[in-house]
């Protein structure tokens, strides 16, 4: 057995770092220099939803669903985003819907069994991470999950779920889409909105899962009801972040936007740690998670290099991953 070593998982912060498309941008300031005062002090002002992030279940919810008030940052206990875990690879296309079926396939690859997940922190890496950027292949078109993978994390017992994705949830289930009080439903790549993009490339049927009138419509209120009637009845609105709903209104934390040298544990077993800031009335907070993993266990990776801004996905120039091709590889299905 080789030594203990910790890798880090996050992903470098300034004020140029990715935001989610209606977040505004931080600002960093200085107040004194060097120069000026012999001390170098800083000011940042960001939405704490920025970068490497925790969500708390007040970021979603009034109420959790065993009836308590929603709990903020500072009334998660100190542990609940740390603890053994275990970095599931998923295997799916762009734009996908993760849920069961990925999941399961995923444990089988890590020689993981889905009853020994409970009380694990579940860290899926999605191959996101190596598109993060100011894009649309980060943000619009990116993999994610939704209310059967939320139901799935619930059935088996997970403590907490780390996505190295914009967001717990798939983007059509986000505000992105049409969901949520701002319902941007934003232009993608082609000039059009993006549901309409979804449509022509997997059909409305397919569609439907993510917009409730759209649901309805197609496979009728009965069925409505059995999917998202939970949702509806505890937290309102069940096509709007339901992952997230599921999650965090049964005590299941979540992480998003994981980075950092992940590739270096992808598929193996580890001690997670990821520390919020103590935020009196948080709904979330940046932080900086690591893997504390046997040397010898580490993939055979180069370390992750940045550098758009020191914040973004690696240059292709330099080895990295390309937007450009990750939305031509989605829209080449209208081909075939």
């Not at 996101?128 to 894009?135: A, E, Q, W």
């Not at 619930?154 to 059509?172: G, W, Y």
């Not at 709007?240 to 992808?266: F, Q, R, T, Y």
């Not at 973004?312 to 081909?335: C, K, M, V, W």
């Amino acid at each position: 057995m080789g030594k203990k070593v910790l890798v880090d998982l996050s992903h470098p912060f300034s004020a140029e770092a990715p935001r989610w498309p209606y977040f505004e941008k931080a600002t960093v300031t200085s107040t004194h220099s060097m120069a000026k005062s012999g001390v170098l002090t800083q000011w940042i002002n960001v939405p704490q939803h920025t970068g490497t992030h925790c969500d708390a279940p007040r970021h979603v919810m009034e109420y959790e669903f065993d009836g308590r008030r929603a709990r903020y940052t500072h009334e998660m206990p100190i542990d609940a985003y740390c603890g053994d875990a275990i970095c599931l690879q998923i295997d799916a296309e762009p734009w996908q819907l993760i849920g069961p079926k990925e999941l399961e396939a995923a444990c089988v690859k890590a020689n993981m069994k889905p009853a020994e997940l409970a009380g694990m922190v579940v860290v899926l890496d999605t191959g996101m991470h190596k598109y993060y950027d100011d894009s649309k292949a980060y943000y619009h078109y990116s993999i994610g999950t939704g209310v059967d993978a939320g139901k799935w994390f619930v059935e088996h017992k997970v403590k907490c779920v780390a996505m190295d994705s914009q967001a717990l949830d798939h983007p059509l289930h986000t505000a992105m889409g049409k969901n949520g009080g701002t319902m941007l439903n934003l232009v993608g790549h082609s000039g059009r909105p993006l549901v309409e993009e979804y449509k022509e490339l997997f059909g409305e049927e397919v569609y439907a899962q993510f917009e409730k009138e759209t649901f309805i419509k197609v496979f009728g209120q009965k069925a409505y009801d059995e999917k998202y009637g939970f949702l509806e009845r505890h937290s309102g609105w069940g096509t709007w972040e339901p992952c997230h709903k599921l999650m965090l209104g049964n005590g299941i934390v979540g992480i998003e936007n994981l980075g950092g040298d992940l590739a270096k544990v992808s598929g193996k077993r580890f001690k997670f740690t990821c520390l919020p800031m103590r935020w009196y009335m948080g709904d979330g907070a940046m932080a900086r998670c690591v893997a504390e993993i046997d040397e010898d266990e580490l993939n055979d990776v180069p370390d992750r290099e940045y550098f758009y801004c020191g914040t973004g996905y690696a240059d292709p120039a330099h080895g990295g991953a390309s937007g450009t091709e990750y939305i031509q590889r989605l829209f080449a299905r209208n081909d075939k």
